[in-house]
């Protein structure tokens, strides 16, 4: 196998985690960002130079990475270079497109308990009436903060076994990743919300 997906939210415990496989594969690392289109197209351009030792290639956090930068990626996945090895670091599983997690050997570490950033927004968003989650909704322009907040939602939800609205929240999450609008996906989860 020569890419990796490196999973769990402590990024102390991924790095160490990429140091002990980069030692495994008797490999140098390389760290190298993955976040826009530009990032691939300058390791694509690094990668056309041939590799005299075996190189571990470590980028952290694709989850961030925009589609657009991880379709272009794959193809250094389908078609391995000698002397190269990746390890892609991520947060969790469902949060990496299908197509990158099926062309890695998925390493999952004992992951701390989720921690929600902004707990005491999900807390106010719960108990506003339907008017103010619109407002609320409507500073959220960013599809990833977006998303975020609809997983801390989830998160928060099922922590307390509150289960209503989940399918609810699960769908929207789903749209959101898929490209969906988001403020329309956010205005039909404030409409829905509860019924």
């Known amino acids: 196998m020569h890419a990796f997906l490196l999973v769990g939210n402590n990024s102390e415990e991924l790095k160490v985690k990429s140091e002990e496989l980069a030692k495994k594969l008797h490999t140098k690392i390389m760290n190298f960002p993955l976040t826009k289109i530009e990032d691939v197209r300058s390791l694509n351009s690094l990668l056309r130079l041939s590799f005299n030792e075996p190189t571990l290639i470590v980028s952290e956090k694709v989850e961030n990475a925009t589609e657009e930068a991880l379709n272009a990626f794959l193809k250094n996945l389908e078609e391995p270079q000698e002397n190269i090895y990746f390890a892609l ?107």
């Open 89 to 195: 670091t991520a947060s969790s599983v469902r949060k990496v497109l299908p197509t990158i997690v099926s062309r890695c050997q998925v390493i999952k570490l004992k992951n701390l308990k989720f921690k929600i950033e902004n707990l005491q927004e999900v807390e106010d968003f719960l108990a506003m009436l339907p008017s103010q989650k619109i407002a609320f909704f409507g500073k959220i322009g960013d599809r990833n903060k977006a998303i975020e907040f609809i997983e801390s939602l989830i998160f928060f939800l099922h922590k307390k076994k509150d289960f209503t609205n989940m399918e609810l929240l699960i769908k929207t999450r789903a749209c959101l990743k898929a490209n969906g609008n988001v403020n329309l996906h956010l205005l039909n989860l404030v409409t829905q919300y509860g019924k």
